[in-house]
């Protein structure tokens, strides 16, 4: 389950599958696989999630191997000193799957490749899921259409905040839900692959260099 993009004295970076938890459950009987467990029985040691990934996403993320690369580490996504970019892969827009008696953006989206978004909502997380609310707290994304492929379009998904579920909400509530994320409205059950949404690139080029990571780390 462990695959190592990169590795130092001081952070881990792993490509996360997805079905398998960050960091673990809070119930003790949660039988999930979980990736920072893994990492420290791999290392004998603890490690520290310097962010997290959903269970249903896959891709990039980063652990602290010592406590003081995690002080260091902390405030680093608060901060915008690490930017990320998602791909992701939607249905074509469709508003079939949200509530008439919700509230959203149902701008009709043309859907022209290389189409550029800003969207900035007010989220708060539920028990389950997120949702928009006036109590919430502001989450900003940045996105682009990059391709069509069929009746489905890829995205690149830049957060600018990390807000739970941010993406994710984003795209389902203006139409366009992640394929195999039923939570927030996908037709399509991808129970043994996650959902098709994917961290692949970090950019650290603004990280201190004595720590000795790269400026950009990506997946293929």
Known sequence: ???????????VV????????????RERDDARPCLGLDLQQKYQRSVFPVHRLDYEVSGLIIYALNSKAHKISQDWFL??????????????????HWPEKVATERTIITSDI????????KIHRGKKRS?????????????VIVNHEGSK???????????????RLELARR?????????YGSAIDNKQDGIALKAVEL???NVDNKLGLPTRIFLK
């Open 1 to 11: 389950m462990i695959k190592v993009i990169f590795e130092n004295e001081n952070f």
């Open 14 to 25: 792993c490509d996360k599958s997805a079905l398998v938890l960050s960091v673990p459950a």
């Open 79 to 96: 901060k915008k000193t690490i930017s990320k970019r998602y791909e992701a892969l939607t249905s074509v827009q469709d508003f079939s």
């Open 114 to 121: 290389g189409q550029q978004f800003y969207w900035s909502t």
């Open 131 to 143: 949702f928009e609310s006036e109590h919430g707290e502001w989450a900003e994304t940045e996105a």
């Open 153 to 167: 379009l890829r995205w690149d998904l830049f957060p600018l905040t990390g807000k739970p579920h941010q993406l």
């Open 175 to 183: 139409g366009f839900p992640i394929l195999g994320d039923k939570l």
């Open 203 to 205: 950019n650290l080029s």
